[in-house]
């Protein structure tokens, strides 16, 4: 009696392992072939614009709808330009919170005060940020452009890459502060018997021990810059001539390809049209795609080092 | 093997949420689709039909080209847009749609010039070498011909446009094309266009918000918008040479014009000598033989009357929603269309 009851708790329980065995593979297969199943899609309905326009398509620099001219140089250079100077401009911020929150100040109210808000930085609605950085920053960088004598239009590059450098803190800096939080206590108690300060502890043992997991962070933050949709197409002026100067280019008005695709897709009523606008997608997609493969390349050398 | 089977599971896990998407169409729901412009008046319309006869609507407001395109696709009942079909369109639906005028609407041109409350006058012509970036700054002799007594700054021109493809869009665009012929020549008409100077604002807000804050900043709004935000706009000349301020009397009047028998007609530049120049239809579109995708005779004839209450009872709620509503002779074409109707060739109405 006693030993059939055994028996029978351990097979249901190897049923158990093979039921949840095969749930784990099953999610993981889905997401696998939504993402395989995105790129086709992609590939498929920017076919006709991809033969078509050829390869020039990338470096084509005039945008025209009506004499269906299509070029995403300016969109391209528009992604890149905004999404890199937000990272430039986050880093900092992130780092700062990162290791405040993880090394100096891990536990407390003031501690738990400062990680809500961050999370509640990535909660907001992007159109949120949109709309307050057109009535409340795009003045203040109208009058800084006023002083730096460049056409004083407000809205541009420039602004663009303020609200996203604020937008993608979250991203790095949670990532970062959850990092410096496992790195092994006798590391550090290691150095500090050595007579090490707080910040040579950071600088020497902290900082080399999670530096590709914060690299990672930062790869998460420019992935989500790239994408940026609603907040970039209110605040960065729409336009997709290309000026002279890289003053010009920097603080005047430009456009990313996702706020093309945003705006223009539902009122694109010819077929190459649409398709050009989906070959846009294709191209950010890939973008994405060669960032992360350098980022993750450079994750591999550091960690080896 | 196993990758193999939880691959299929998977396809199939997805294949059952689609195909349980597309199963729960409603029956007894007139479906719509298209501009965002007409959405309000729709909205308002529509509420008091279903109080009154007891039939519900149901409109997504997807812009114009996406009501079009499920129109194709004929998983709605009607369309609407503030553009009749283009070429490609038509070819690629393949049979006669009509399409019938609901109310028309107007584009303004507002400004932000210190010193000009109001009353700023411009020339079709003289706006299209603004958007152009031709004329570039405020004291230019051109405008000061038309705005005697005005005393314009010298303050540099900063020029707002859309910058999401709209219905908004083509209208100004349509306008410009006809009284400029650089305009035509290099840039053209469409819900979005390649824009050779200025700003791009997303939205009637964004281009609101934009002319607002800037200082010598012209933009482009409905009509409708402008009077609920209090934004100053322009008198624009019209083909008789009057300069017109924009109201939902002199947007009627325009269409108050012999009007082509299927109403396609771009009523921008008008040859009314009272109507304001930079105006368009909204329409909705519905299939000429109603008789497709195994529809019932009385959908067809439930959904001919909602239009033919549209273009009667419907129009008094144009004028509280700052729409124009439709003309006499607007009224006249819309009946006739209607009553062209078919359903297995026979009319319905």
Redesign the interface.
């Given at each position: 009696m006693d030993k059939n009851k055994r028996l029978d708790l351990s097979y249901s329980q190897m049923k158990w392992e093979t039921i949840f065995k095969?749930i784990l593979?099953?999610m993981s297969?889905?997401i696998v072939?939504?993402v395989a199943g995105v790129l086709i899609t992609l590939v498929v309905e920017s076919w006709p614009s991809i033969k078509s326009l050829g390869i020039g398509y990338l470096w084509g620099k005039?945008?025209?709808?009506?004499?269906n001219?299509y070029g995403a140089y300016p969109f391209l250079i528009g992604t890149l330009l905004t999404s890199f100077t937000a990272l430039i401009i986050s880093i900092p911020f992130s780092y700062a919170i990162a290791i405040y929150l993880g090394e100096y100040n891990p536990k407390g109210w003031l501690s738990d005060l400062l990680k809500n808000t961050i999370e509640l930085i990535a909660a907001v609605p992007s159109i949120i940020y949109?709309?307050w950085a057109?009535?409340v920053l795009?003045?203040v960088v109208?009058s800084l452009e006023t002083k730096i004598h460049v056409a004083?239009?407000?809205?541009g590059v420039f602004t663009a890459s303020l609200v996203l450098a604020v937008m993608i803190i979250p991203y790095a800096a949670a990532l970062g502060t959850s990092l410096i939080r496992m790195v092994p206590s006798p590391l550090k108690e290691g150095a500090y018997a050595l007579g090490a300060t707080r910040f040579e502890v950071i600088r020497s043992v902290i900082l080399p021990y999670t530096r590709s997991g914060l690299f990672a962070g930062i790869l998460l933050s420019l992935g989500r810059a790239l994408g940026e949709t609603m907040a970039v197409?209110?605040l960065i002026?729409?336009?997709?001539?290309i000026a002279n100067t890289f003053k010009d280019i920097f603080f005047g008005?430009g456009?990313t390809m996702a706020?093309v695709i945003?705006?223009?897709?539902?009122?694109?009523?010819?077929?190459l049209y649409l398709s050009a606008l989906i070959e846009l997608g294709l191209v950010l997609f890939f973008v994405t795609v060669i960032i992360n493969l350098i980022g993750k390349r450079i994750i591999t050398r550091y960690t080896n080092n | 093997m196993?990758?193999v089977k939880?691959?299929q599971?998977?396809?199939v896990?997805?294949a059952s949420i689609c195909l349980s998407q597309s199963a729960s169409a409603q029956d007894n729901t007139l479906l719509g689709a298209g501009s965002t412009f007409v959405y309000p008046l729709f909205s308002k319309i529509f509420s008091e039909y279903d109080a009154a006869k007891h039939v519900k609507v149901n409109y997504q407001a997807?812009?114009?080209?996406?009501g079009?395109l499920q129109l194709t696709n004929k998983t709605v009942d009607f369309g609407g847009s503030d553009a009749p079909l283009?070429e490609?369109?038509d070819k690629k639906i393949g049979v006669p749609v009509l399409h019938i005028p609901m109310a028309s609407g107007a584009v303004v041109v507002s400004y932000n010039v210190p010193g000009v409350a109001t009353g700023l006058k411009l020339s079709g012509k003289d706006l299209a070498d603004i958007y152009l970036g031709k004329i570039t700054n405020w004291n230019s002799p051109l405008i000061a011909d038309a705005n005697p007594g005005v005393k314009l700054p010298d303050l540099g021109i900063?020029v707002v446009h859309r910058?999401?493809?709209?219905?908004t869009s083509f209208i100004f665009t349509d306008f410009l094309t006809k009284v400029n012929e650089e305009w035509a020549k290099k840039?053209?008409?469409?819900?979005?266009?390649?824009?050779?100077a200025?700003?791009?604002?997303?939205g009637n807000?964004?281009v609101e918000?934009?002319v607002k804050?800037?200082p010598g900043a012209i933009g482009y709004v409905e009509l409708a918008y402008a009077i609920q935000n209090h934004m100053p706009f322009a008198s624009v000349q019209n083909k008789s040479g009057k300069y017109i301020t924009p109201t939902l009397e002199t947007t009627t009047l325009s269409s108050n014009v012999t009007l082509p028998a299927d109403s396609k007609v771009s009523l921008t530049n008008t040859d009314n000598a009272k109507g304001y120049p930079i105006t368009s239809f909204t329409w909705a579109l519905i299939y000429k033989e109603q008789n497709y995708g195994g529809r019932s005779a009385e959908r067809a004839k439930q959904l001919l009357e909602l239009m033919w209450y549209n273009i009667h009872e419907g129009q008094k709620d144009c004028a509280p929603l700052n729409y124009a509503p439709l003309s006499k002779s607007a009224v006249k074409v819309a009946e006739k269309i209607l009553k062209s109707a078919t359903y297995n060739g026979k009319a319905i109405l």
């Open positions: 095969r593979s099953v297969a889905i072939i939504v005039v945008w025209d709808p009506v004499n001219i949109g709309f057109l009535f795009v003045p109208r004083p239009y407000g809205v197409t209110v002026g729409n336009t997709s001539a008005p456009n706020s945003a705006n223009e897709f539902a009122e694109a009523d010819h077929a | 196993k990758v939880s691959l599971l998977a396809i896990a997805i997807i812009g114009s080209g996406g079009i283009n490609e369109q900063v910058s999401d493809g709209s219905g840039v053209g008409k469409a819900s979005a266009v390649n824009w050779p200025g700003l791009g604002g997303k807000a964004g918000g934009l804050q800037t």
